[in-house]
DNA sequence: GCGATTTGACCATT
DNA sequence: AATGGTCAAATCGC
């Protein structure tokens, strides 16, 4: 790598770049024609942010070397400050904080985190937990005190290759040898699923099965769906940060509309979003999921409202290339699945949402 | 030979 | 210091 950049980076400078000259030329047409309305504009606005910000970052990592880039172990795609969304700020101060030391820890990074139980009948002559639809490769085992049986770990195989840092931990069931407790952490954003089977339950799929509600052929349906039933009941395993807490937090959403998000194509829209005001109003925890499966929330105006709400001098270059980067890397993807949360805290009070040069 | 698994060691966290 | 999570060398299996 010289000077920092990868040849894949250069190439999505490159590619960014003329996405956003695209934007701006767009933007000139609409304004030399009266059919030229505000949401067309404020979605260029929002376009040519996006570009922006995404230069920005990338510049940003790419100056910080391989070990801070998209490449590098800090970026974990589906990574969020706090996915969790139980102590997302904290999670981010100490992040920060643990940052404007060099001696960093790369290893254990805080990934959206859910379980699944899945039970195992003599009948169906499975040995083991059932093939989730994801290759998965075995790196460790260890004994877990007070288990009975111990905890095997499992990452995608796929993690080298594309960079998916999806893995899972399993473990038999103390009171059901029959059940294995199935921890999901990260997500996949390799495009190995066999499909053959149901993929691994993300939370919103845990809520879908609450709902016994698996017959959505649709991804569209799928991502509407996500956004309506999730709000009625789901709550997601986030042991991680609840340890101290002992308690889950459900969804909770506010009543402004999901109807936002019926966008007329088949991907969301992310004027549900550009509501500052409905930003404003989320619950925590809402923005503590994403879901790459239904790949329906950005969370762009949270990255958005994160990247420039933060209070100075809290963060570092190095701070924001591992925050942003974890999403960066699966650039393919719409989704920029920076799904930490968002606290109160973490705001900058002052900052202009409101201000038309947030969006430019 | 190559990829997957095993397993002891190492490291971060608490 | 105890524990959990990951690494990586050794081993296994195709």
């Known amino acids: 790598m010289e000077n920092g950049w990868s040849c894949e980076q250069k190439t999505l400078i490159s590619e960014l770049i003329q996405g956003m000259e695209m934007a701006k030329q767009l933007r000139v047409q609409l304004n030399s024609t009266s059919s030229s ?3 067309a ?6 376009i040519l942010a996006s570009y922006e910000k995404a230069l920005l970052i990338l510049r940003w990592s790419g100056s910080m070397g ?12 589906g990574s969020p400050i706090s996915v969790n969304g139980s102590h997302g700020s904290e999670e ?5 904080k643990d940052h404007q030391d060099f001696n960093v820890s790369k290893k254990r ?19 083991g937990p059932h093939d989730d639809g994801y290759s998965w490769r075995k790196y460790g085992q260890k004994d877990i005190l007070g288990a009975k049986h111990p905890r095997s770990y499992y990452r995608c195989t796929f993690r080298m290759s594309q960079n998916c840092w999806a893995t899972k931990q399993v473990q038999r069931s103390d009171e059901d040898p029959n059940v294995f407790e199935i921890t999901y952490r990260g997500k996949h954003i390799c495009s190995h699923a066999t499909n053959l089977v149901p993929a691994p339950p993300s939370p919103e799929k845990q809520e879908q099965k ?23 009941s789901m709550t997601i395993d986030t042991h991680e940060h609840l340890d101290d807490k002992e ?24 004027s549900a979003l550009d509501n500052n005001t409905l930003l404003g109003s989320f619950s ?14 950005s969370a762009d105006a949270c990255q958005t409202s994160n990247f420039r709400g933060f209070r100075n001098g809290h963060h570092s270059e190095s701070d924001l290339t591992e925050i942003f980067s974890a999403n960066t890397s699966a650039s393919s993807s719409p989704i920029l699945d920076l799904d930490f949360s968002l606290h109160p805290a973490e705001f900058d009070p002052n900052f202009p949402f409101d201000s038309p040069a947030f969006f430019s």
């Open 284 to 297: 925590q925890p809402f923005f503590s999921r994403a879901t790459p499966e239904s790949n329906c929330f």
């Open 247 to 270: 308690m889950t937090y459900p969804f909770s959403f506010p009543s402004t509309s999901f109807g936002c998000f019926k966008s007329e194509n088949s991907s969301f829209s992310l």
């Open 41 to 46: 504009d404020m979605l260029l606005q929002r």
């Open 210 to 232: 609450h709902n016994n509600d698996y017959n959505h052929h649709h991804q569209q349906e799928q991502s509407l769906d996500f956004f309506s039933n999730i709000r009625s």
């Open 66 to 77: 391989q070990h801070q880039t998209l490449a590098g172990t800090a970026a974990v795609p």
């Open 37 to 39: 309305t505000e949401i």
């Open 109 to 127: 990074k805080i990934l959206p985190r859910w379980t699944d139980q899945v039970r195992v009948s003599s009948e169906t002559g499975l040995e």
């Open 92 to 96: 981010f101060e100490k992040g920060l």
